[in-house]
């Protein structure tokens, strides 16, 4: 399977177990960690934040 190119940034990339494709995002939320997000197909979907 070839790599997809999706909207968005991130600092980090993984993939699940399961074929899901999670990112660490590059915006900082309230100071306090950077968002977590899931592909979902279509879009990501923010999971939670990181802690830094």
Same mark, same amino acid.
């Given at each position: 399977m070839a790599p997809?190119?999706?909207p968005g940034?991130?600092?980090a990339i993984?993939?699940?177990a399961d074929g899901s494709v999670w990112v660490t995002? #590059? !915006?900082q939320i309230d100071g306090y960690?950077?968002?977590i997000y899931r592909w979902n197909g279509s879009g990501w979907d923010q999971? #939670? !934040?990181?802690h830094r």
């Open positions: 997809e190119q999706v940034a991130a600092t993984d993939i699940g995002g #590059t !915006v960690g950077f968002g999971t #939670t !934040v990181a």
